[in-house]
């Protein structure tokens, strides 16, 4: 059984700092492409980083200078750390893992952490 658990939202205020983790099981961690996805109230869920089994990064223009995204394969952890959040950082933060193999496509979410940012 495949599972991601997410940890580390909460209520930060502006110009403050979070770092989100997702431990997964289930999965041969280490060959899976690992994301973070956020999803706003009335909002589709969208893209905020992404990072490959070889370690490279992607990240939404949005959040590009303030996030970084990196993992920890003995640990079988993907970490978003979050800086100089804004109010419109405000979301659910889904962990997400991909792997493509043979034409099939596995794909896999966390349960979702909530991020508020409100003074």
């Known amino acids: 059984q495949v599972q991601l658990v997410e940890s580390g939202g909460g209520v930060v205020q502006p110009g403050g700092s979070l770092r989100l983790s997702c431990t997964a099981s289930g999965i041969i961690f280490i060959t899976y492409a690992m994301g973070w996805y956020r999803e706003a109230p009335g909002k589709q869920r969208e893209l905020v980083a992404t990072i490959t089994a070889g370690d490279f990064t992607n990240y939404a223009d949005s959040v590009k200078g303030r996030f970084i995204i990196s993992r920890d394969n003995a640990k079988n952890t993907v970490y978003l750390q979050m800086n100089t959040l804004k109010p419109e950082d405000t979301a659910v933060y889904y962990c997400?893992?991909?792997?493509?193999?043979?034409?099939?496509?596995?794909?896999?979410w966390g349960q979702g952490t909530q991020v508020t940012v409100s003074s």
């Open positions: 997400n893992a991909v792997r493509p193999i043979l034409g099939h496509v596995y794909n896999y």
